[in-house]
């Protein structure tokens, strides 16, 4: 199976920047809408953003991170991109990558729920330090 790999990730002042990268093996990476989620110490996996296989439509969460992070990809590179901005002490987590199933609309009822998730990162860690 192909594997998605997340780098990018460490520790962080508050207030700075970081863009994680998320690396897709397989050749047929570029059909997949992409999603990121991070979850935080002792707490449940959480959505943050999504992008459609062309990257023509993205979607984000409605919570403290929107308007702080921008999702991206390079199907030539078969990479997806989360640029994050004014990183805050709760934004520590480890921050995951995965591939949406195929075939499933992209809406905020598909993209923000983990289980429609087919294929997942390992995780890259962002501590962020006051």
């Known amino acids: 199976q192909a594997l998605l790999v997340e780098s990018g990730g460490g520790l962080v002042q508050d207030g700075d920047s970081l863009r994680l990268s998320c690396a897709d093996s397989?050749?047929?990476?570029?059909?997949?809408?992409m999603g990121w989620f991070r979850q935080a110490p002792g707490k449940g996996r959480e959505f943050v953003a999504a992008?459609?296989?062309?990257?023509?439509?993205?979607?984000y969460a409605d919570s403290m991170m929107k308007g702080r992070v921008t999702i991206s990809r390079d199907n030539a590179e078969n990479t997806v991109y989360l640029q994050m901005f004014g990183l805050r002490t709760e934004d520590t987590a480890y921050y995951y990558c995965?591939?949406?199933?195929?075939?499933?609309?992209?809406?905020?009822?598909?993209?923000?729920?983990?289980?429609?998730?087919?294929?997942w990162g390992q995780g890259t860690p962002v501590p962020v330090s006051s």
């Open positions: 995965a591939a949406l199933s195929p075939g499933l609309p992209l809406t905020p009822a598909t993209m923000t729920h983990e289980y429609h998730y087919v294929r």
């Open positions: 397989g050749r047929s990476g570029t059909t997949f809408a």
């Open positions: 992008i459609s296989w062309n990257g023509a439509d993205t979607y």
